[in-house]
């Protein structure tokens, strides 16, 4: 039910390993697939952690639990311990260029938000996320942090210097998935600093090149930024209270993105020899419109 895989190599020519979980690994199939990437920021290990115990904990318990089983037999789950395995080395946030990862992808609102390909300009790393995530279609991630603790949505750059809430088409959506994940965590939603443990990127602090704006523009994907702890380095002792505070946050968040709403198979019938429709059918590649919205 697993599948490890390279996405690239970092600067330092390291191995970027990436981790498929699915009753069906490496098959292309009729089911929404979903991300976490962690430790963009070298100096934020502590979610490197959390989704190798991730990965442990759906191994052990889809057979019995429900909602491990929905998410491995549902859909295929992909998670990126580290892509910045050269900064968490040298114990720093940046890449061993010195480049902030999280500022490195093409900007939807500098440059548009029709394709966004890669500008040449990128780190190795970034090129990597930018080539595996056009490659394949994802239809939410969440890029995992340190440094506060609460769910972040787009845009994180500003859409207009009057206005420090910076909208995207699908702020509702947005806060609604946001929500989600603050809500099944522990005590994020009780957060003091956050109105219920959730923020527009922008108006908390806006950047450009982010991860999550591009994701969204380029390849129609459902992004948050988790930040999910105040101490970046906690102790080790600490780390298994700081993944069952997580736990139910990481397993509702992809649910909801990829089984809440409207949803379906697009199916083409098999004739038969003599041309009769049968049961036996096969899913479609296919785009859905509804009128008016």
């Given at each position: 039910?697993?599948?490890?895989?390279?996405?690239?190599?970092?600067?330092?020519n390291?191995?970027?390993?990436?981790?498929?979980?699915?009753?069906?690994?490496?098959?292309?199939?009729?089911?929404?697939?979903?991300?976490?990437?962690?430790?963009?920021?070298?100096?934020?290990p502590?979610?490197?952690?959390?989704?190798?115990?991730?990965?442990?904990?759906?191994?052990?318990?889809?057979?019995?639990?429900?909602?491990?089983?929905?998410?491995?037999?549902?859909?295929?789950?992909?998670?990126?311990?580290?892509?910045?395995?050269?900064?968490?080395?040298?114990?720093?946030?940046?890449?061993?260029?010195?480049?902030?990862?999280?500022?490195?992808?093409?900007?939807?609102?500098?440059?548009?938000?029709?394709?966004?390909?890669?500008?040449?300009?990128?780190?190795?790393?970034?090129?990597?996320?930018?080539?595996?995530?056009?490659?394949t279609?994802?239809?939410?991630?969440?890029?995992?942090?340190?440094?506060?603790?609460?769910?972040?949505?787009?845009?994180?750059?500003?859409?207009?210097?009057?206005?420090?809430?910076?909208?995207?088409?699908?702020?509702?959506?947005?806060?609604?998935?946001?929500?989600?994940?603050?809500?099944?965590?522990?005590?994020m939603?009780?957060?003091?600093?956050?109105?219920?443990?959730?923020?527009?990127?922008?108006?908390w602090y806006?950047?450009?090149?982010?991860?999550?704006?591009?994701?969204?523009?380029?390849?129609q994907?459902?992004?948050?930024?988790?930040?999910?702890?105040?101490?970046?380095?906690?102790?080790?002792?600490?780390?298994?209270?700081?993944?069952?505070?997580?736990?139910?946050?990481?397993?509702?968040f992809?649910?909801?993105?990829?089984?809440?709403?409207?949803?379906?198979?697009?199916?083409?019938?098999?004739?038969?020899?003599?041309?009769?429709?049968?049961?036996?059918?096969?899913?479609?590649?296919?785009?859905?419109?509804?009128?008016?919205?």
């Open positions: 039910m697993a599948r490890m895989f390279s996405l690239g190599k970092s600067k330092e390291r191995e970027l390993w990436a981790l498929e979980l699915s009753n069906n690994p490496g098959a292309t199939e009729a089911k929404p697939n979903a991300r976490y990437v962690a430790n963009m920021h070298g100096d934020e502590a979610s490197r952690q959390l989704l190798l115990g991730l990965a442990e904990w759906l191994c052990q318990y889809h057979t019995t639990d429900s909602r491990a089983a929905e998410i491995v037999n549902g859909m295929h789950l992909y998670l990126v311990p580290t892509v910045n395995p050269d900064g968490f080395d040298l114990r720093q946030r940046h890449n061993i260029e010195d480049v902030d990862l999280n500022r490195d992808f093409p900007d939807p609102l500098l440059l548009g938000t029709t394709g966004l390909p890669p500008t040449g300009k990128e780190q190795p790393e970034t090129l990597a996320l930018m080539q595996w995530m056009s490659a279609h994802f239809v939410a991630s969440a890029s995992l942090h340190e440094g506060a603790v609460v769910a972040n949505y787009p845009w994180d750059g500003m859409t207009d210097p009057n206005n420090t809430y910076s909208a995207s088409p699908d702020d509702a959506t947005f806060r609604h998935l946001a929500s989600v994940y603050a809500d099944a965590h522990s005590d939603h009780d957060s003091i600093e956050f109105a219920g443990g959730i923020t527009n990127g922008a108006q806006p950047i450009s090149g982010g991860m999550q704006d591009w994701a969204y523009a380029s390849g994907c459902m992004e948050l930024t988790v930040e999910m702890s105040q101490d970046k380095w906690p102790a080790a002792d600490l780390l298994p209270g700081l993944f069952e505070a997580h736990l139910p946050a990481l397993l509702a992809p649910l909801a993105a990829a089984f809440s709403g409207l949803r379906g198979d697009v199916h083409q019938l098999l004739p038969t020899a003599q041309g009769n429709a049968t049961d036996d059918d096969i899913p479609l590649p296919a785009v859905i419109t509804v009128q008016d919205l």
